[in-house]
């Protein structure tokens, strides 16, 4: 393929430092500078884990770090939402213990529908997140609990509730949430200097589902990407940093829609808005193509994703940025 940028994060070799931090007495963060993030929740009796990292060799640095804490059995995953590099670490967590790979009712229609394109989708933009990605086995990570609406579990002595706050970065979006320490771990409806992607996205829902996560007033919240959030100016620099990416991102898109232009257009409409306050944020050139080609979708009624795959994303860079 011909063109002035290399396709999505194909270039992007560079590892990146890790960091795994307690929050409370009971939830730790593990984060690797604008990677994708995993939360670890530990009771008296059990582990939890919210998403997985992207491979099973990724997932065992994560399972390293737990066994430093505890010797627990890992019982329970949490999917915050369907996409490769959140879930197909989950295999790495058998020999651990692992009982339930938990996930929304909305999460698994989406896995039903798009998994297997999603997947080799974002293994061809990214490749270095799928490290040893044969490891993976055949197939999907599929969920072995699923709800609607609110599901409590307790971890002995710790409770955590699992829930969607609303429809934002996917329309199976899920939180977990600490009640009695108030951490919440979001998935990918909060980063912090990282660009949202928004290639799934339901951008007119977004922040209103925010405005929900606001709501609980979390002392600490683990985003999909940057560094943990601690106190409430961290957390409100987080939600707030979002909210404006994700309204400002539409708002032009549906500037560009109203005057007619086509998506070309458009994307250079938005690129020149946002990157000069988003330009610096974590894979900022790599999101951009994927979030104006969603937002140009829903600012003309298409209200349900299109669903990528490795030839649309290869179309569409080549059209955006060829």
């Not at 009695?180 to 922040?207: I, K, M, N, Q």
């Not at 683990?222 to 909210?243: D, H, K, M």
């Not at 979708?297 to 669903?307: K, L, V």
Request: with cysteine.
């Amino acid at each position: 393929m011909t063109g002035s940028k290399a396709f999505a994060s194909q270039a992007d070799l560079a590892e990146k430092r890790i960091s795994f931090e307690q929050l409370s007495p009971h939830a730790w963060a593990y984060t690797a500078e604008g990677d994708p993030n995993t939360g670890v929740l530990i009771g008296r009796d059990a582990v939890m884990v919210v998403d997985t990292q992207a491979t099973p060799v990724m997932a065992a640095d994560v399972i390293r770090r737990i066994r430093e804490i505890t010797p627990l059995p890992i019982k329970y995953v949490l999917l915050s939402h369907y996409h490769a590099v959140r879930v197909l670490g989950a295999s790495a967590f058998v020999a651990e213990g692992l009982e339930q790979v938990i996930a929304s009712d909305a999460t698994l229609a989406l896995i039903q529908e798009r998994g297997e394109q999603d997947k080799a989708s974002e293994i061809g933009r990214f490749p270095r997140l799928f490290r040893n990605v044969e490891s993976v086995p055949a197939g999907l990570t599929w969920p072995t609990l699923t709800f609607s609406g609110r599901l409590s579990l307790d971890l002995g002595g710790v409770k955590v509730e699992m829930f969607s706050p609303g429809r934002g970065h996917t329309a199976g979006d899920t939180v977990a949430w600490l009640p009695e320490e108030r951490v919440l771990f979001s998935g990918d409806l909060v980063e912090f200097d990282a660009t949202p992607y928004c290639g799934d996205a339901h951008f007119a829902d977004w922040p209103a589902t925010l405005d929900a996560i606001a709501a609980l007033q979390p002392q600490a919240l683990v985003p999909g990407r940057g560094p943990a959030l601690r106190g409430e100016a961290q957390v409100a620099a987080g939600l707030a940093g979002t909210r404006a990416f994700v309204s400002e991102l539409y708002a032009a898109v549906q500037a560009g829609r109203a005057a007619g232009e086509d998506l070309k257009t458009v994307y250079q409409r938005a690129m020149a808005a946002l990157r000069p306050r988003y330009g610096h944020w974590v894979i900022f050139d790599h999101c951009m193509p994927f979030d104006v080609s969603r937002a140009f979708d829903e600012a003309g009624g298409t209200a349900h994703p299109r669903i990528w795959t490795a030839e649309r994303d290869r179309y569409m860079w080549a059209a955006l940025e060829g």
